[in-house]
Each structure stands twice: as C-alpha cells, then as structure tokens.
C-alpha cells in the first residue's frame, strides 16, 4: 500500500525584546556573565511576585500575525498551563489558550524536491517523492505569546539550572495538518524563518536555539482523507534535523501499520547523533495541563488604530519582494528567490543597481558568484561585509565597460574585501587595464602561431581541443588582460589562415 505523511508544525521562536515577557529582567540571556544572574522575583516564581505584560513582545508577537495574514484578536488572554518540571520555576507557564493574540492566518508555499541529505549513521538516507508541486496554503491556525523556560545541563550525577532565559518572551506559531510531505514542511518552515528575521523579531539561530521546530506526523493510504494518530516530535533545532527526524517517523509509521500495528500517539524525541526517534512519555492532552484564565494579569484589549498602527509598521515581505525584483529586474524566479532569502542581502543588490550602469542581470551574476563565494570562503555572513555598494557596482561598471577584463574584475574585487580602496586605484596599481587593442592583440596571437607550429597543425588536422590551449598562450602572454572575445576570433582566423 502507498501511504502518504500528514505534518503539522508548531514553531517556538523567542521574541527580540530588550525585558522579559513579565518582568524587567534583560531577554539577553546569552549576555549575562554567569547562571542565575539575568532573574527577579517574578522570573524566578517567588511568591507574590506579579507578572506585567512586555509591550514590545505584544507588538512583535501582532506582527508576526499579520506578516502570516492572521486575523488579531481585539480581546484576548493569558492562561496558566500547570505542570512540574525542574526549568520552570512557578510550576506553571504562563501562555496564551482560548483566545490566542492572532488566529487563522495562512502561508503559500511552493515545496521543490529535497536533495538528498548526505547519509549519516543511522539514518535510512531514503527520500520521499517530490511535493505536490507549486503553490499550496498553509493554514496557520494560531500564534501566541508564552514564555520560555530555565535552561538545564544534566551532569553525571545532577543537573544543574540557569534561570537567566527564564521567562524570555516566546511566540508559538501553530499550523493545521496541511503539509502532505517533508518538502513541504522544510519550504513552509524556511518561509517562516525567513519572514521572522525580515521582522526583526527573531535572528533565526537555531544553533543558539532560539527557533525550534515541532514536527506532528501521522501517514493514512493515499486516496483516504482519515487523519490517523499522530506524534510529536519536540525540539528540532535545525533545518536538517526537521528533515531527518520527519523522514524517519514517516517510515516508522508506514512500517508499523504494514506490520499490521497501530501508532500510539506520544511525545517523541530526535537522536541527531542515532537518526532515530526515541519516545519522551505518553502524548498529554489539553485537560492535562489544568490550563486556567492567569489571574495575575488582565485580557489584553488592543484597539483597531492600534492593529492598524502594526499593519503599517509590515516592511515588504519576501514573497512581495520576489514579485518586483522578478518584474522590475528582469531576473528569473530563482534569481529573485536567491536574493530575497535575506533582507540584508536584497538591500545591498538594490544599492548596487541604484548605483551602477550596469544591468540588474549582470549584478545578481557577481553577487551570487564571485561575491557569495568570497563570504562563503571566508565564514562570513552579509551582514558582515563593509564593502559599499557603491564600490561594488564601480568594480562592476568597469567590468561592463570592458575597462577591465572579468578575471581581473575578481582580483579587484578580492583586494577590495580584504583591504578596501578605490577600484580605479587597484586596477592602477596592479597594471590590470584590459588590453582592447586590436593591432597589439594580433602581434602576439601571430607570434604565438608562429612559434607552434606543431599544434597549429594538430589543431587544423581535427584535434579541436586544441584551441584552448591556444587562449591559454594569449592569457599567459598577456597576464590575462586582452580581451577575451577579441582574441578568440583573431586566433580563430590566423588558424583558418595556416590550414594546409
Ligand atoms: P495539541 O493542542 O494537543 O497540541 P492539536 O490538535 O492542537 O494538538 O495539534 C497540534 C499540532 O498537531 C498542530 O500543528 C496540528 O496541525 C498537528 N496535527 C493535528 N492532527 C494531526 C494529524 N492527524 N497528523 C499530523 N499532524 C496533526
Ligand atoms: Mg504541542
Ligand atoms: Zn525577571
């Protein structure tokens, strides 16, 4: 039988608030100098400490909500969700239940098929078939504010807690069961980091653990529309391990009911090191947690001009962005998608357009070559690069202008990452002028001819490969610099002209 996965997601992200979500302490956890030095009472759950609303968290939290086309909720609320755990401190977190901050919202994705992950110990290496293709919606059915917890460390024999992130604001967007494969749930959750960090509400790095996915899957025969018992798989922190843990649950379960079994619905684990899912405790229901109104804090009462005044705050959002660079720009779907995968990074290609005679092709053509090979070599991201754009697009305009041949265009644009300085100041300086001169073109393909005869004849004899060889003289006589559509048919010629 064919099975097909059902996959919800619900996706943790704390909020970039300067204060907690209820008290004054700093959300800059990691800065703090030792444990259990970023807490207050309320934080830390002393008795009679009173929570207050973070005003910030609530504006991020209703940005959120737009940016993913929710409706706000005018009158919601918080509710205590009960249950004992060493990392949280009040025996209670406080969270959002009935009345969430935003609701009923959607994404569009367009789920391509996955390139195989290399194999890992453990890991069954297989892959699903592709997605349904383009263009499917994803419901988003909620997203509320909570708060996050104390960080444990398990030693050998104990376990110690940190309290400085306790309390850090948190946002919980939750999907429906809308994604049919793993495809989808990577493109889906890549679209929902992407937005946040356009928001500025979240930095996106999972290795600090500040985004974390959980993955809900069942699998039903294709054909049915039964939704089957699902499970949770808690605490994904990468993108790698959403897939891998996703693919394995989805072939555990295939195989448990071809074996003639039924899944238990339970909270699972994800062993990064195994690639195996690994069962926490039994799934807990709603009931469990006695959730109940917080009686420490009133609804929260937002005002139409106030959600207004949210909507209007909305940048343009990466699927907005995709749209004009692909009409304003003339570049293909992929090329715009590239360049809008950070905002940062679409900014800087439309500064260097702005800036340059050059065409916007031309453009994406260093940035996404030369220039993302240069971060990628070196371990930085764009949001370290203090090269202007300004100059880029100089470097590139002499490139254009046939001032300067290609090759050199990236030996200037290395010196320019590594050192800085005026791009017509290093072309001077390293006598990197392109050689446009017909005449003085000719006078070395000639002598190069004349000096090889063997290969010319070689070359007129069939043994086309050759010719490469031959610009490779001209590149060697020349350091690089003749241009290189000159010499290609001057040598094109002189060979023609020496056939036998
Ligand atoms: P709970 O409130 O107990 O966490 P929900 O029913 O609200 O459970 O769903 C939590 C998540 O599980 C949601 O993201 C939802 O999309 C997903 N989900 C619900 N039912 C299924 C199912 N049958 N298969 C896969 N995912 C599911
Ligand atoms: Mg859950
Ligand atoms: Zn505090």
Redesign the pocket.
């Known amino acids: 039988m064919k099975y097909e996965p059902?996959?919800?997601?619900?996706i943790h992200g704390e909020l970039l608030t300067k204060s907690k979500m209820f008290c004054g302490c700093s959300a800059d956890y990691a800065s703090a100098p030792e444990p259990n030095t970023n807490i207050c009472p309320t934080c830390t759950g002393l008795p009679g400490a009173m929570p207050v609303v973070n005003k910030k968290a609530t504006e991020l939290a209703a940005l959120v909500g737009l940016a993913l086309n929710c409706s706000i909720n005018k009158h919601n609320t918080f509710a205590r969700k009960n249950y004992y755990y060493p990392d949280l401190p009040k025996g209670y977190q406080i969270s959002q239940y009935e009345l969430p901050i935003c609701e009923k919202g959607w994404m569009d994705i367009s789920p391509s098929p996955l390139t195989p992950l290399p194999k890992g110990e453990g890991d069954s290496g297989s892959l699903l078939p592709p997605g349904e293709g383009l263009g499917m919606r994803v419901r988003v059915?909620r997203v509320h504010i909570e708060e996050d917890t104390a960080k444990l460390s398990h030693e050998k024999n104990y376990a110690l807690v940190d309290f400085n992130r306790a309390g850090v604001p948190l946002l919980e967007i939750?999907?429906?069961?809308?994604m049919r494969s793993v495809e989808a749930a990577l493109d889906y959750a890549t679209k929902v980091r992407a937005i946040l960090r356009y928001l500025g509400v979240n930095s996106g790095d999972m290795e600090k653990g500040v985004l974390r996915f959980e993955a809900?899957?069942?699998v039903r025969p294709v054909g049915s529309d039964e939704?089957?018992?699902?499970t949770?798989i808690k605490n994904l922190n990468s993108f790698r391990a959403l897939v891998r843990a996703s693919q394995y649950e989805i072939e555990r379960q295939i195989k448990i009911y071809e074996e003639g079994g039924t899944v238990v619905q339970e909270t699972l684990g994800w062993d990064d090191v195994r690639g195996v899912t690994t069962s926490q405790r039994s799934?807990e229901?709603?009931h469990d947690y006695r959730y109940f109104p917080e009686p420490d804090l009133p609804p929260l009462q937002l005002s139409d001009a106030w959600i207004e005044s949210i909507r209007s705050q909305l940048p343009e959002l990466p699927e907005a962005k995709t749209a004009r660079f692909i009409s304003d720009f003339g570049l293909t779907p992929s090329e715009a998608r590239f360049l809008t995968s950070e905002r940062t990074l679409a900014n800087y290609f439309e500064s260097v357009v702005a800036n340059s005679k050059s065409p916007a092709k031309t453009i994406h053509s260093w940035i996404a070559g030369e220039f993302m090979r240069y971060l990628n070599d070196s371990g930085l991201s764009i949001d370290d690069v203090t090269l202007a754009p300004e100059t880029l697009a100089k470097l590139i305009d002499m490139v254009t202008d046939k001032t300067i041949g290609a090759s050199a265009g990236k030996t200037v644009l290395t010196e320019l990452f590594k050192n800085g300085g005026d791009p017509a100041q290093i072309v001077k300086e390293k006598n990197l002028l392109q050689m446009t001169d017909v005449d003085a073109i000719q006078e070395i393909v000639t002598k190069i001819l004349n000096d090889n005869p063997k290969e010319v004849d070689e070359y007129n004899a069939g043994k086309e490969t050759l010719f490469q060889w031959f610009m490779g003289q001209v590149a060697r006589a020349t350091k690089g610099k003749a241009d290189p559509n000159v010499a290609k048919e001057l040598m094109v010629k002189g060979l023609a002209g020496r056939k036998k």
């Open positions: 059902i996959i919800g997601l619900e059915r939750v999907s429906e069961p809308d809900n899957i069942s939704f089957r018992t699902r949770e799934k229901e709603a």
